[in-house]
């Protein structure tokens, strides 16, 4: 506003003084106009709505590197949830004042992402209430770990923000309880598990940091008292769920129901397709793969079965040339090394086949899961700096598998093997999330970089892996290409399981059978899917949505521009646009 109204003042400056010359007074008036068209206006909305978004959210602020809210807790009380529609609602009405079309494409998918994100809000409060049956969503651990692992500020800084963010650790665990009603079983279970790994961020490494910080002996005591109180505090909750509300028995179905899955699908996803098209291009997917690695699996039989005979039934087949190349893998002590040791590689490839630009200014780091991050059911994950945090490292989290049963750690091996690990670091780190997320910090939007779309992100890193082999990584081998078929149907086999099991009744039996006899996974793995299945909704949707809609805009593309179509120019003008939903991105591309 304050740009808005110097404008006003200067153009009127301009009229009123006889003094100045013709060609300044056009000049003024010009800017004057200029600074009250649409997208001007529009800018300075865009503004102020990120400036109010962190003020209501500062631990999502903290995420994307915007750290002047780090020292806030958001109590979550009713009274709180009262306050965060009214600014919602105040929000929108300011929104609906701007004409879509009146804006430039790029402020266009902008508008539509505020819109989105604010009517999503309010209906995850007021519809889908998952504050009410999700303890899981109650973790001080996770807040704590993104300051004291920061490098924005000294570090006497960044503790006194935490000491006053936790001075308000018992009443969030308080509203916290107040709020949980007919929780899911589920959830319960897996609030308790993170928040026993987030009492380790409350532990040693904490301590000593106050110790060795700058602190004053009075700002230490101070921290050290509210340190207790928190562990306390988080031992409390744990045990309000262990004691009270386990025992009690009074649980909600994992499941949605397709009415608030379907809703919930089109706010996450913001795909062009429905929920349903979606599952019914994913059931038509599985069989094309099926036929694709009956094929594959016919040809390598000789190579590795010689003078055996071929079984009739081509799953067979599959199956066992599967478990032939499941046998080379890593070590159960060395899985998180293996991980390590073939990013370069990766990096090498990209870069001698001109597949994108990278920056070697990024650094990624591999690294064991922080233990609050641990048992959602993801081995592997990609914890990324914000749009206001872009030098800061890029975290590869892999869980080690050091404290799992032999034979369970031995399926897992077997699951990730030699080929399909590298297809996972091809779509973890690069060219898939990493890579992405590091394009996505330089998109001129930063609308686009808060709002991440979870269909492109994820879409992106499985196109990413196709994209590799397609230009020759692994030697274009059957082998490799069968183990990315198993690998991509399960991308297709999560859309099917997600939409099954949240939208319809399907049991943990049939769910492992599916993916057992249709995906060929190892029994830990489907084990694992069934689990994350039951916690999560709609996300495991995002792969297979986001792959299919940038796979199908790049072919559309290569019809249309010939030979001078150029695969490097494609990857880099999508990544350009931030992590907007792919249909936005289509616009722009075809604009």
């Known amino acids: ?34 600074d009250t068209q649409p997208d001007a206006v529009f800018e300075r909305y865009k503004k102020q709505f990120i400036d109010s978004l962190w003020y209501y959210n500062p631990g999502r602020a903290s995420r994307a590197g915007y750290h002047k809210y780090d020292s806030l807790l958001v109590v979550p009380t009713a009274a709180r949830r009262q306050t965060e529609a009214a600014a919602r609602t105040r929000m929108l009405k300011q929104l609906s004042t701007f004409e879509l079309k009146s804006l430039r494409v790029n402020n266009q998918t902008d508008y539509l992402l505020i819109n989105n994100y604010l009517r999503s809000s309010r209906w995850s409060a007021d519809t889908l209430r998952d504050w009410q049956w999700n303890p899981a969503t109650y973790n001080l651990g ?98 309000f769920l262990q004691k009270q509300v386990l025992p009690a028995g009074k649980f909600r179905s994992f499941r949605l129901g397709k009415a608030l899955f379907d809703k919930k699908f089109a706010y996450d996803i913001q795909s062009r397709y429905s929920a349903d098209e979606v599952y019914r291009k994913a059931q038509r997917h599985r069989a094309e793969l099926l036929h694709d690695m009956g094929k594959r699996a016919t040809r390598l039989w000789p190579k590795y079965f010689a003078g055996q005979p071929m079984p009739a039934d081509t799953a067979a087949t599959i199956r066992q040339m599967i478990a032939r190349l499941s046998q080379k893998h890593a070590s159960q002590a ?34 064991e899961t922080p233990l609050y991050m641990r048992g959602s059911g993801a081995g592997a994950s990609i914890s990324a700096p914000g749009p206001y945090d872009k030098a800061a490292n890029t975290y590869y989290n892999v869980e080690p598998l050091d404290g799992q049963p032999a034979a369970q750690a031995e399926s897992y091996l077997r699951e990730y093997n030699d080929y399909t690990l590298q297809i996972l670091n091809i779509h973890e780190a690069i060219p898939g999330h990493y890579t992405q997320l590091v394009y996505a910090n330089l998109s001129p939007s930063l609308i686009k970089a808060i709002f991440g779309n979870g269909a492109m992100v994820e879409g992106w890193a499985v196109y990413a892996e196709r994209m590799m082999l397609e230009n020759g990584y692994g030697g274009n081998s059957d082998e490799m290409w069968l183990m990315w078929d198993k690998w991509n149907m399960r991308v297709t086999l999560n859309t099917i399981v997600d939409h099954e099991v949240q939208a319809g009744n399907l049991s943990e039996k049939d769910a492992v059978a599916m993916l057992l006899r249709d995906g060929f996974q190892e029994e830990a793995e489907a084990r694992n899917k069934w689990r994350r299945a039951t916690l999560s909704q709609v996300q495991l949707s995002s792969y297979f949505t986001g792959y299919t809609e940038i796979y199908d805009l790049r072919e559309e593309l290569k019809r249309k521009q010939g030979k001078s179509f150029d695969l490097k120019t494609f990857n880099e003008q999508f990544l350009s646009f931030g992590s907007a939903p792919v249909k936005y991105i289509r616009e722009m591309m075809l604009h």
């Not at 998180?336 to 990096?347: G, M, R, S």
């Not at 630009?357 to 780091?365: A, G």
Request: proline fraction near 4%; include cysteine; aromatic fraction near 8%.
């Open 142 to 239: 996770s807040s704590v770990a993104e300051i004291l692992n920061g490098r924005y500020w000294p570090l006497a800084r960044r503790l006194r923000a935490i000491s006053s963010k936790i001075s308000h650790a018992p009443d969030y665990y308080e509203a916290a309880e107040q709020n949980i009603s007919q929780p899911t079983r589920e959830h319960t279970e897996l609030a308790i598990l993170q928040n026993k790994g987030g009492l380790a961020v409350f532990g040693k490494a904490l301590e000593d940091s106050i110790s060795r910080s700058e602190l004053s002996e009075k700002e230490k005591q101070e921290f050290r008292n509210r340190l207790s109180t928190t562990r306390l505090t988080i031992e409390n909750y744990i045990s």
């Open 334 to 367: 060395g899985f998180v090394a293996a991980v390590k040791q073939q990013i370069p590689t990766l990096i090498q490839f990209v870069n001698d086949h001109k597949l994108l630009t990278q920056d070697p200014s990024k650094p990624l780091v591999v690294r």
């Open 1 to 34: 506003m304050t740009h808005f109204s110097s404008a006003k003042l200067f153009f009127a400056a301009i009229v009123s003084s006889a003094c100045l010359a013709g060609c300044n007074q056009s000049e003024g008036r010009k800017q004057a106009l200029t």
